[in-house]
């Protein structure tokens, strides 16, 4: 560490020790000197915690200062051969996100609400409105998708019986997604009405005449506006296209760890997955309390 910090200027040193005290007290580090730190015991899925603990309290600016301390007391034990180079390689790379607002993150739907959102498809004499808005519901809350994403899906890109589909997605990348389990069924039975209608091919999700028949693709507004009546219907606060996938993130995130969480969401960054996750306070603090017990 301390050869790490010559490199600098008083000033400057100062603002790096600053980093290293705030990301050691975030590991449970308080009473202990920076000396006595296990600096070459920290690996990238601590780091990826300090800064999900940060965020929304500490500024952009202020992370990024952290990381750089942490990750040059790091690098300097690599370069005296404290550490093995590939536990540094997941640490160099990793990059944290801008700051993004919590609108654009979206909120987390409870249990409650969304079996709310599913049932009342069930109970409404609107039969072919409400298998499409639970065929919506479902690929919205059972892969994650983008709402432009969701509109553009077709039918015949689609396989059930392996819970998967591909999508588009940028640089004209063809990207295969899943599908939750309980998505299924609703998807299976809309594909079944919209064939019994001669439609066998072309958009998922489509626009309903008044008179009950399936009409051209539904748009992305046009999502919005759906899935916005459908929770008047139902009677739950309003959910936004991207809160079924900050719901999606926090759930894997909880239940199968970042990476399965990343891969899903289809982040570049492991760091923007961060963003998903729903962690509190005291769940963070038991986290490194016996993180090198």
């Keep these: 560490m301390n050869v790490f910090l010559s490199r600098f200027a008083k000033n400057s040193r100062s603002t790096v020790l600053h980093g290293l005290r705030k990301a050691a007290d975030g590991m449970g580090y308080q009473n202990i000197p920076l000396e006595g730190v296990p600096w070459d015991r920290i690996g990238a899925s601590e780091i990826v915690q300090l800064v999900q603990q940060w965020r929304g309290t500490v500024s952009g600016a202020s992370i990024r200062i952290y990381i750089f301390a942490v990750r040059g007391v790091i690098e ?63 690929i919205l809350f059972g892969s994650g998708l983008h709402r432009a994403e969701a509109t553009q899906l077709e ?68 999502l919005w506006r759906a899935l916005g009546q459908r929770c008047i219907y139902a009677g739950v606060r309003t959910i936004k296209p991207h809160d079924a996938r900050q719901t999606l993130g926090a759930d894997l995130i909880s239940q199968h760890g970042l990476m399965t969480a990343k891969l899903a969401l289809g982040h570049s960054d492991v760091m923007t997955t961060t963003t998903y996750a729903v962690t509190s306070r005291e769940e963070m603090k038991s986290t490194f309390r016996h993180k090198f017990i």
């Design 155 to 222: 039918i015949q890109d689609i396989d059930l019986t392996e819970a998967t589909f591909t999508i588009i997605a940028r640089g004209h990348r063809s990207v295969e997604k899943y599908l939750a389990a309980w998505s299924i069924a609703p998807l299976r039975e809309w594909i079944r009405e919209l064939a019994g209608q001669g439609i066998t091919s072309g958009p998922l999700l489509r626009r309903i005449s008044k008179g009950g028949r399936p009409l051209s693709k539904l748009s992305p507004n046009g």
């Design 76 to 138: 300097s034990c690599v370069k005296h051969h404290l550490v093995d180079p590939s536990q540094f390689e997941p640490i160099r790379v990793i990059r944290v996100p801008k700051p993004i607002g919590r609108d654009g993150l979206g909120r987390y739907i409870d249990e409650k609400d969304r079996r709310q959102i599913l049932r009342s498809c069930d109970t409404d004499e609107r039969q072919l409105l409400a298998k499409r808005d639970k065929a919506m519901l479902s």
